[in-house]
C-alpha cells in the first residue's frame, strides 16, 4: 500500500473518532444519569452539559472538515485537500496536547486524539519526501 493511501487512512480514523465523541458529548453525555457513569454529581452535570455540548460540535465541524478534506484527496485538488485537512489534524493534536497537560487522568483519551491525525502526518510527510526526488 502507498503511503499516501496509510496517511488517508489516519486521517479518516482521525475523522472517525471525532464523530464518536460528538456522539459522546452532544448526545449520551445530554441525559440524564450520565453524571453517575462519569462520576460527577447532579449539580456538577447541569453546569459542565453546555460546555460537552458545545464541545461535540467542535469535534463534529473538525470531523466534517477532514472528511471533506479527504474527498478533495479523491478529486485530485491536492493543495486544497492538503490545507484542509493539515488544519482540522492539527487541530485535533492541538486540542489532545491541552488535554493532556491540562487532566493528567484522561491521557488516554489525549492519545486517542493525537495519535491518529500525527501518524497520519508521519506517512504524509513519508511521501512527500519520497516523491521529491521524482
Not at 71 to 87: C, N, P, Y
Not at 105 to 133: E, N, V, W
Request: one cysteine or more; charged letters at 10%.
Amino acid at each position: 500500500m502507498k503511503t499516501e493511501w496509510i496517511s488517508f487512512i489516519f486521517f479518516g480514523m482521525a475523522a472517525l473518532i471525532h464523530v464518536g465523541l460528538f456522539i459522546l458529548e452532544s448526545f449520551l453525555f445530554q441525559k440524564d444519569g450520565a453524571q453517575a457513569k462519569l462520576g460527577l454529581t447532579k449539580e456538577q452535570h447541569a453546569a459542565v452539559k453546555p460546555w460537552a455540548l458545545n464541545q461535540g460540535y467542535y469535534n463534529l465541524f473538525l470531523a466534517i472538515g477532514t472528511f471533506v478534506g479527504l474527498s478533495l484527496v479523491l478529486k485530485k485538488q491536492i493543495l486544497l485537500a492538503g490545507v484542509l485537512t493539515s488544519f482540522c489534524g492539527l487541530s485535533m493534536m492541538g486540542a489532545g496536547t491541552v488535554l493532556w497537560f491540562t487532566v493528567p487522568r484522561s491521557r488516554k483519551f489525549a492519545l486517542l486524539q493525537i495519535l491518529p491525525p500525527l501518524i497520519g502526518f508521519a506517512f504524509l510527510f513519508f511521501h512527500i519526501s519520497s516523491s521529491i526526488g521524482r
